[in-house]
T-cell receptor, first 114, second 111 residues
């Protein structure tokens, strides 16, 4: 697997609390992505980054914010978690200049909001 | 924005038979179409991809076909084996830095 890790791998939290998920890569890839995966919905893009401090919204960005202060880290923040944000979150990286858009996924974070 | 439809949502085939999964896309600007496989409890991984200047691509038992005019593409798996059981996702790229996924097909290989 590409050098990509996610932390934490599992988290249980309560409605209304802030949550930050971290994605860390050692591949020096330019692009980083956050997806959520839910039964019947496949993989839906939340936010992505095309460089340090450069981010853009995906399909389901409401309720989420991101930050990328350095190449290797991409943070996803739920300012006030809701039960509808219970999901498995995947980070992905790509470097389209070298690998033709292939995205490499992290191991995932299972988030439960009670 | 781009919309990717994938069918069927579930597919069961006898071991040794072929499996076909079909996808359609809406944005004619999309030019890259990857397929990802996700085994139970694992992360998605790329298995094959095709660019819009190619009509078909094969890699051993898997192949992908693309019809740009009709905006649809398909994954074909021949001589299916138990290890082919997984969820398969098609995707399209409306822009070079963004990939939109279909909802996935759960493939069961029956003994």
């Amino acid at each position: 697997d590409a050098g990509i890790t996610q932390s934490p791998r599992h988290k249980v939290t309560e409605t209304g609390t802030p949550v930050t998920l971290r994605c860390h890569q050692t591949e020096n890839h330019r692009y980083m992505y956050w997806y959520r995966q839910d039964p019947g919905h496949g993989l839906r893009l939340i936010h992505y980054s095309y460089g340090v401090k450069d981010t853009d919204k995906g399909e389901v960005s409401d309720g989420y914010s991101v930050s990328r202060s350095k190449t290797e880290d991409f943070l996803l923040t739920l300012e006030s978690a809701t039960s509808s944000q219970t999901s498995v979150y995947f980070c992905a990286i790509s470097d389209r200049d070298r690998t033709n858009n292939e995205q490499f996924f992290g191991p995932g974070t299972r988030l439960t909001v009670l | 924005g781009e919309n990717v439809e994938q069918h069927p949502s579930t597919l069961s085939v006898q071991e040794g038979d072929s499996a076909v999964i079909k996808c359609t896309y809406s944005d004619s600007a999309s030019n890259y179409f990857p397929w990802y496989k996700q085994e139970l409890g694992k992360r998605p991984q790329l298995i094959i991809d095709i660019r819009s200047n190619v009509g078909e691509k094969k890699d051993q038992r898997i192949a992908v076909t693309l019809n740009k005019t009709a905006k649809h593409f398909s994954l074909h798996i021949t001589e299916t084996q138990p290890e082919d059981s997984a969820v398969y996702f098609c995707a399209a790229t409306p822009r070079d830095d963004k990939i939109i996924f279909g909802k996935g097909t759960r493939l069961h290989i029956l003994p």
